[in-house]
């Protein structure tokens, strides 16, 4: 054992994970990262801070609340985040791509049978049941983030207010954040006690009760992690060919109106605007890609996002079902198969690889930031408020799990969406009940879980609802 390694077990903190060590976990979450940025976060949590100590509380949260400003899918933008604090660019690399892979195979083999079969019985009854257990997972989630981030009636106030304003008043999730924000800053100075002793570090960066990370920048082995002018410049010279490079070479071999040209413009733009995660920019893409482009019909979007919530990975997947349909319907001279799986990759290149491009050119700015007391306070204060839009998220997506039927709730134009009553469904329940009760009183694991209701959903599947 190295003496960085025999110091940091004496102190309680585990040694630094090797490189394939690190790849192995990262595989792990990307295989069971179900149940939305929710359950995604929780699991990294709990594999991240709570059982190998790689990253403190407070950095995690950091990071976190960083990736939540991005557009793009945050859970992953997370991983690609920590990868790269870790094993530098590499690292950071490995994170991402095994993050959204799994999902992503899956959701191709999904997109192929949809394509080809439309109607799968099998699949839907083993969605039953998977369902269910997300929204267990989910609400795990949602309480375990709350308690840790909910430190003070001042946090729980911001939470609540979130969860108004975008269930009840829709306000726009950006616009939730620029306020969390203010109100943080704001209250660094008018109320300290309430916004600077959350849990964010914002006397300084030292470690908050051990994590590799962060006992790394205290020996200062972490150079990769300063900002500078000359390194910005290197991250945006090849990432940004990365990205919009094969947009370029498609403009200029098949033309403007292409399909492919379609694609990889469209979803090009929706990696810049989606902010608030996928169902904050689902209406636009539903409508963009049934109306404008005439790629699918309306109910087809909403099959696609079923298949994209029971599936590992970020939930904006869903767009990789657009792209295949996509293709495979207007393959041109190519077979429709090849054609789907191109429109497919396509569509995942032009969407992930800005991930990558924010986390590397952003990442030591904000960590350079740890210190600022007032962008703490700020940063707490949208922890909190990010609390409030996945106890939205839980509730969209238990409405959506036992109701078959919501209808909009509206008072001079604004108002929640409710569940018909009528449309509920017993077996969804059921299931969700039982999953609840198994995780969170007697602590069951996330995969027995999901693997016995699976199973149940296929009995139930033959059942009436």
Known sequence: MSITAATDTAAGIPA???????????AKIGLLSFGGPAGQIALMHTELVEKRRWIGERRFLHALNYC????????QQLAIYIGWLLHRTAGGLVAGILFVLPGAVVMLGLSILYGFYRSVPLIDALFLGIKAAVLAVVMEAVLRIGRRALK????IAIALGAFVGIYVFHIPFPLIVLLA???GWVGSHAAPRLFLDT?????GVASDGGGVVDGMFERGELGHTDPSLRRALGVLSVWLPVWLGPLLLLWLSTGADSVWTQIGAFFSTMAVVTFGGAYAVLAYVAQAAVDNFGWLA??????GLGLAETTPGPLILVLQFVGFLAAFRASGSLDPLLAGCLGASLTLW???APCFLWIFLGAPYVEALRGNRAISAALSAITAAVVGVIMNLALWFALHVVFREVRPFEIFGLGPDIPVLASADWRAALLAVAAMIAMLRFKVGMIPTLGACAMAGLL???LPA
């Open 181 to 183: 924000g203010l109100i």
């Open 152 to 155: 003070n009636r001042a946090m």
């Open 16 to 26: 630094a994970p090797t490189f394939a060590e690190a790849t192995r976990v990262w």
């Open 298 to 303: 309306a109910g087809e979007m909403v099959d």
């Open 350 to 352: 032009v969407t992930f």
């Open 199 to 203: 849990g964010h570090g914002a006397g």
């Open 68 to 75: 939540m400003l991005l557009p793009g899918p945050e859970a």
């Open 460 to 462: 139930f599947g033959q």
